[in-house]
């Protein structure tokens, strides 16, 4: 069955760079949502978007912009890199319009920032 | 808000050993609760889910958890341990679909052989 893709998989940027992460979601799914995780921390919820629009915010810093396109796929950019920014960020999907409560999970992009 | 707790930070158990995790939540109104389990290295894999019905649940693995609603929790057990559930668990709750996940602080479990 095919599942959330991400890509690159290791990102290494310096301190005030910028970077784009992308997420391909399962086919059919409607919502992507983007959640970062710190070392040694539990996954924190950064952003979602069903059906293109934004439907929900978390604790993304401003620096930090998403979209999500008209084929779903969805791109988190990050400017002006901080080391804190450091983490795994993992990109999740689901379909919201058949009901399901699940989501499923991509591999995660590993951002290092030096 | 949403909070979800985890009670053990660090669990170590020799194989065989049965295992239980506790997690308790806070929600005003209808959740929907799942285990997820983290391989070092690796993404988030669902273990199991519950969002209404039996509040037995029965996930992969070997896994299961019981919804307790009167004490907001959703405890993750396994009778018999393997080394290679060597992990992170985190448990996780959401207000609905479309809705996000809000963490536990996870548990790591260490078996060993």
């Known amino acids: 069955a095919a599942g959330v893709i991400q890509s690159p998989r290791h990102l290494i940027k310096e301190k005030r760079e910028t970077a784009t992460l992308k997420c391909y979601p399962i086919?059919?799914?409607?919502?992507v949502y983007w959640y970062q995780q710190g070392p040694g921390q539990d996954p924190q919820f950064l952003i979602s978007f069903y059906e293109k629009m934004q439907s929900d915010k978390g604790s993304i810093p401003d620096r930090f912009s998403a979209q999500q396109f008209s084929d779903y796929h969805s791109e988190l950019n990050m400017s002006s890199l901080e080391l804190g920014d450091s983490a795994l960020y993992f990109c999740?999907?689901?379909?919201?319009?058949?009901?399901?409560?699940?989501?499923?999970f991509g591999p995660g992009t590993r951002l290092t920032v030096t | 808000a949403q909070s979800v707790s985890q009670h053990n930070h660090h669990v170590i158990l020799s194989e065989a050993a049965s295992l239980e995790l506790g997690c308790n939540y806070s929600y005003g109104g209808t959740v929907n609760l799942f285990w997820y389990v983290q391989y070092p290295g690796q993404h988030l894999q669902l273990l199991l889910k519950?969002?209404?019905?039996?509040?037995l649940v029965k996930g992969i693995k070997g896994f299961e958890a019981e919804f307790i609603k009167s004490k907001f929790s959703f405890n993750l057990r396994k009778p018999s341990v393997q080394w290679s559930d060597t992990a992170e668990y985190f448990c996780?709750?959401?207000?609905?679909?479309?809705?996000?996940?809000?963490f536990g602080k996870g548990t790591t479990l260490s078996v060993s052989s």
């Open positions: 086919p059919r799914h409607d919502t």
């Open positions: 519950y969002f209404s019905g039996d509040p």
């Open positions: 999740a999907s689901s379909l919201v319009g058949g009901g399901d409560y699940e989501q499923y």
């Open positions: 996780a709750v959401n207000a609905g679909a479309g809705t996000a996940l809000i």
